[in-house]
């Protein structure tokens, strides 16, 4: 059974960092592409971020420049550092498997909130 | 910029069939932007029923079934029941490794 597990949430000041964290099981994680999608409170889904199997690495425009994708194929985790956080970051995060390449997301996450107030 | 157009709502009645769509505001939909459609009750996690156009989720009731229809991607529910009550999600590849989500469609069964 595919398994998703977010964790590394919390709360943080504008302009710090957290890193947030997804463990894989239930699949050969070097075989997918992996996403981060992100939800802001009473809104709709947003994406974030993929890593391919051969580590390379996109971002939305939001959020390119300040957070970093990684993976750790040894540990089948999956990796999202954002860094000179915002309000506006504010969400809940997923991660996802995703099916085809580095499209079509088929297992999601629980997710982990991530909550930027002073 | 690119923008994935979603119905904001739709109804129908139990025992109904109902399509959801899923545009480009650049363009046609096609099986190469492999839409996929995520169905989200408030307050769970997302859960996909179709991805790259057709493929049922494992699990996901026959009842569902992507296409492409025209220039949009369509997620089909046919026989609607109470518990579909939801907000329905399209995402599409879009270039470059990036993938856009719709604003989502509100789903009521009544």
């Known amino acids: 059974e595919v398994q998703l597990l977010e964790s590394g949430g919390g709360l943080v000041q504008p302009g710090g960092s957290l890193r947030l964290s997804c463990a894989a099981s239930g699949f050969a994680f070097t075989s997918n592409a992996m996403t981060w999608v992100r939800q802001a409170p009473g809104k709709g889904l947003e994406w974030v971020s993929c890593i391919t199997t051969g580590a390379a690495t996109y971002y939305a425009d939001s959020v390119r420049g300040r957070f970093t994708i990684s993976r750790d194929t040894s540990k089948n985790t999956l990796f999202l550092q954002m860094n000179g956080l915002r309000a506006e970051d504010t969400a809940v995060y997923y991660c996802?498997?995703?099916?085809?390449?580095?499209?079509?997301?088929?297992?999601w996450g629980q997710g982990t909130l991530v909550s930027v107030s002073s | 910029q690119t923008v994935v157009t979603q119905e904001p709502s739709f109804s129908v009645s139990p025992g109904g069939t109902v399509t959801l769509t899923c545009g480009l505001t650049s363009g046609s939909v096609s099986t190469s932007n492999y839409p996929s459609w995520i169905q989200q009750i408030p307050g769970q996690a997302p859960r996909t029923l179709i991805y790259?156009?057709?493929t049922r989720s494992s699990g996901v009731p026959n009842r569902f079934s992507g296409s492409i229809l025209g220039n949009t991607a369509a997620l089909t529910i046919t026989g609607a029941q109470a518990d579909d009550e939801s907000d329905y999600y399209c995402v599409l590849y879009v270039t470059n490794g990036i993938s856009v989500f719709g604003g989502g469609t509100k789903l009521t069964v009544l």
């Open positions: 790259s156009t057709n």
């Open positions: 996802a498997r995703n099916n085809r390449g580095v499209a079509s997301p088929d297992y």
